[in-house]
């Protein structure tokens, strides 16, 4: 427990928990008392040990706060007081008094916690129930539901990170003693930049579990590895505001974070590092559950005060914006896993140019809406993004919003890079879908897309994919070729020995160029694809203006037929034949000229350098093959078969 100065630090009822390994099998026996407590999966022990593990750092940090204060004699306004502070109620008070530290008014540290047990079983849970958690909402929200004016910054932060916390899960006073006692045992006396980066990797590391086997976790959580590759691809840097319109558990803004600070430096100025934590990152969740864990991932990585809006991004109807009221209307750089294959009313499908019941659709049209347009005269060439989109949002044209949607995409942004993903990169994550990153700048239309293909990389759960398998250290030096995953550069090695291998962070830098083509890298003119498509389907227009112009002049003929007298009723049944023989063939010249033009934006990552093995044996040689692999079997069974009797008679 962090003390104010002059004060004794009290012993920990259980080891220090400061070095990565103590703290991670800290938060493991924590989450083993949580899954026997009434948290039986990680979607409900994550949240629970998300709040306690909040309260129990902040506390830290206001403390450390409270005595940077007072050696420089400023102020200091904490967000909590007593008797609702983590000193108060949760931490344990130690059996000897000389070693009880102080809170600042005086009180030995857990006098609250202390006075709670002294009453009866279940005090302790009751005034948690009771007063502690409503105290914590009412600091972001007013009873009616309105944001609190009068409410801190962090306040609000606090109260919206406790929103999805009705009560304590835990169903026992003994196992929630038990989780403050190791969650107090943190030692976070030196709460420097290093410590909160260890605590967030063991944060992350357990946000991975939302995402196991059989849970739905996997949606909020994008794998690390693949984020920081994006991160590093996009390049952020400070000065610029990055956003995520789904940001879950906030994975993307806080590598962003990571990378941007330590790209600046350790000289950055104090005033830069308060403009880099509260002015340059923004996000979106619609999730209740996830939301508050969003805001505490990205509180540990040292963002204390998160921009983020809880409610539906896509219907822009709020759930709380009083985070986000500082958020620009355009982002510089957007990082973002919108959410496949969801469903949206048609109230929000009218909000858009291109209605479309398909989420990702409306999240790319959500997407370039807010980036931010390019200007020159400020060096700037338009907003970045780099966005994880699933494989049938690049191949489908058999619906006008996909395409009309890629259309708009293509016109307004350069598409610089598509890098196609393994099947197996989210199963880690609870999903199997085939994925793949989209990188694209605002401000000219796209050109030339250069494709990167990592499909044939076999990742799974047990072997999930790196950092490295896109070329890059942990550091994101440029890895060596006998550093690299074997599954990515073995069928390369066979074929070109000695050659270094065509890492995708080696090439990245010479994108669009003929150079960073390679057995894994090709590059598309789509500009010249769409001028062929305009130029096939041009035959077919003209067919189709023919048969309307045929049409017109039938309908003509048609009016008069019926104006004469009498009725020439044989001639009106040809001419109204023959008027919809046209129109059905004008239909038929549009649509084939439509599938020429719509085929143009199929954007699927196939790779044109692939190998291909092919079997040239003949049926009679395969049937040999066949013949010669039973008689190995037979033999082989006949083997054991002997070395079974002759263990029997031995026996």
């Not at 260890?198 to 944060?203: A, F, H, R």
């Not at 921009?307 to 957007?334: R, S």
């Not at 769409?530 to 035959?539: E, I, V």
């Not at 919809?580 to 000229?593: I, N, S």
Request: aromatic letters at 8%; glycine letters at 6%; one cysteine or more.
């Amino acid at each position: 427990m962090s003390l104010l100065p002059g004060k004794t630090a009290k012993p920990s009822p259980t080891p220090s928990a400061s070095t990565t390994p103590n703290l991670s099998s800290t938060i493991r026996t924590v989450c083993d008392i949580l899954r026997r407590s009434n948290c039986t999966s990680a979607l409900q022990y994550v949240p629970e040990l998300t709040w306690i593990l909040f309260l129990r750092i902040l506390d830290a940090q206001e403390t450390l706060a409270r005595a940077e204060a007072e050696a420089s004699g400023g102020d200091f306004t904490p967000s909590l007081h007593a008797p609702f502070r983590w000193q108060d109620w949760a931490a344990p008070t130690p059996p000897n008094a000389e070693s009880v530290g102080q809170t600042p008014e005086g009180q030995p540290v857990g006098w609250k916690r202390k006075a709670l047990g002294e009453q009866r079983i279940g005090a302790l849970l009751e005034f948690v129930n009771k007063e502690l958690l409503p105290h914590l909402h009412r600091l972001a929200t007013l009873p009616d539901g309105r944001p609190n004016p009068a409410a801190t910054p962090k306040q609000r932060v606090i109260g919206r990170l406790m929103t999805a916390v009705e009560r304590v899960r835990v169903d026992t006073e003994g196992d929630f003693t038990d989780i403050l006692d190791r969650l107090d045992a943190i030692d976070v006396e030196q709460l420097d930049a290093t410590h909160t980066f260890t605590l967030s990797q063991v944060y992350e590391d357990l946000l991975l579990k939302m995402g196991e086997k059989n849970s739905d976790g996997g949606q909020f959580f994008t794998p690390r590895e693949v984020v920081r590759a994006v991160v590093a691809t996009l390049n952020p840097t400070f000065g610029e505001t990055v956003y995520d319109p789904c940001c879950g558990t906030g994975g993307f803004l806080a590598q962003s974070f990571e990378w941007m600070k330590a790209r600046m430096g350790d000289e950055a100025l104090s005033t830069d590092l308060e403009r880099l934590r509260h002015e340059t990152f923004f996000g979106r969740e619609k999730e209740n559950l996830v939301f508050p864990i969003a805001l505490a991932n990205l509180v540990l990585h040292g963002i204390d005060q998160p921009n983020l809006w809880h409610g539906n991004t896509l219907a822009d109807l709020p759930t709380y914006a009083g985070l986000f009221e500082q958020a620009p209307a355009t982002f510089d750089v957007i990082l973002t896993n919108p959410p496949f294959g969801g469903k949206e009313s048609a109230s929000t499908q009218s909000r858009y140019d291109i209605p479309s019941s398909a989420t990702q659709v409306l999240f790319l049209q959500q997407i370039l809406d807010e980036l931010s347009a390019p200007a020159p005269e400020e060096g700037f060439a338009g907003g970045r993004c780099g966005v994880v989109f699933d494989e049938g949002l690049l191949f489908r044209t058999n619906e006008s919003a996909f395409v009309e949607t890629k259309r708009r995409l293509l016109d307004e942004c350069d598409l610089w890079c598509i890098v196609s993903l393994p099947g197996g990169v989210f199963s880690t994550a609870g999903a199997g879908v085939k994925t793949n990153l989209l990188f694209f700048t605002k401000g000219r239309p796209t050109e030339r897309t250069w494709y990167y293909d990592l499909s044939h990389v076999k990742v799974g759960k047990k072997t999930p994919m790196t950092l490295a398998h896109f070329g890059w250290a942990d550091d994101f030096t440029l890895l060596d070729d006998a550093a690299l995953p074997a599954t990515l550069v073995e069928d390369w090695h066979e074929r070109h020995a000695g050659q270094p291998f065509p890492s995708f962070a080696r090439l990245l830098a010479r994108c669009g160029q003929p150079e960073a083509d390679s057995d894994y890298s090709w590059t598309v003119d789509i500009a010249a694809r769409r001028a062929q498509a305009q130029a096939d389907k041009a035959p077919h227009d003209a067919e189709a203006a023919r048969w309307r112009e045929q049409a017109v002049t039938l309908k003509t003929r048609l009016a008069a037929l019926k104006k004469a007298r009498p009725v020439p009723q044989a001639d009106i049944e040809v001419c109204q034949q023959a008027i919809q023989a046209a129109d059905k063939a004008a239909r038929e010249a549009d649509a084939r000229a439509a599938a020429i033009d719509a085929a143009a934006f199929d954007l699927k990552a196939v790779n044109p350098n692939v190998r291909t093995t092919q079997d040239n044996r003949t049926p009679a040689e395969i049937l040999d093959t066949i013949e010669r692999h039973g008689q190995a079997v037979g033999e082989a069974l006949a083997r054991l078969r002997g070395l079974m009797d002759a263990s029997s008679m031995a026996g």
